[in-house]
């Protein structure tokens, strides 16, 4: 199984919006609204962001937002702000009982 | 607080095996599947094995199947993985992680052990 495709990198400047994107196929990220995103800043452990597609946890700022169409999940960041510079991964379950993660993308906050 | 701690990492020889283990607390751990997911050094997230609540299913990558062997004790709140005939490859920091609600998200995560597979 091949990991989930990823922009390698975005980039926005502060107070815009900025989207990643997160390909898999009908086995994954198609078939099922099981697609999470995490937040990993430099040297730190990933932190939950969204899970099942479009949830966010308690404590998580009502910036981030998830969707998908198809293949394709979505994670859009808006108001953008220095603090959200960092590596976002997104995972998905797949047919397989297992699960693909994203290769990642880096946000940089111009 | 709900808490993951890691432990049993560190630098082993190719072909060698190696236990890690997380001791869970804050919550009720026989109630939750729990996972391992691994990070290279530089590189993105892996994911590497699920265990179910009562540790009848288990589910691993096709880069450890038939080499890592994921375990539980629940009378213990503890989730192992054994890992045998390890790879430079492996290196990574791995990082055990629970089921947020058995639909296959992560939270919280452990803060990681470091395992190198060097001669």
């Known amino acids: 199984q091949s990991a989930l495709t990823q922009p390698a990198s975005v980039s926005g400047s502060p107070g815009q919006s900025i989207t990643i994107s997160c390909t898999g196929t009908s086995s994954d990220v198609g078939g099922y609204n099981y697609v999470s995103w995490y937040q990993q800043h430099p040297g730190k452990v990933p932190k939950l962001m969204i899970y099942e597609v479009t949830n966010r946890p308690s404590g998580v700022s009502d910036r981030f937002s998830g969707s998908k169409s198809g293949n394709t999940a979505s994670l859009t960041i808006s108001g953008l702000q220095a603090e959200d510079e960092a590596d976002y991964y997104c995972s998905s379950y797949t047919t397989f009982s297992t699960v693909l993660f994203g290769g990642g993308t880096k946000l940089t906050v111009l | 607080q709900v808490q993951l701690v890691e432990s049993g990492g560190g630098v082993v020889q190719p072909g060698r095996s190696l236990r890690l283990s997380c001791a869970a607390s804050?919550?009720?751990?026989?109630?939750?599947?729990m996972h391992w997911v691994r990070q290279a050094p530089g590189k993105g997230l892996e994911w590497v094995a699920v265990i179910s609540y009562d540790g009848i299913l288990k589910y691993y990558a096709d880069s450890v199947k038939g080499r890592f062997n994921i375990s539980r004790d629940n009378s213990r709140n503890m989730v192992y993985l054994q890992m045998i005939s390890l790879r430079p490859e492996d290196t990574a920091v791995y990082y055990c992680?629970?089921?947020?609600?058995?639909?296959?998200?992560?939270?919280?995560w452990g803060q990681g052990t470091l395992v190198t597979v060097s001669s």
């Open positions: 804050g919550f009720p751990f026989s109630n939750y599947p």
């Open positions: 992680a629970r089921d947020g609600s058995g639909t296959n998200w992560f939270d919280p």
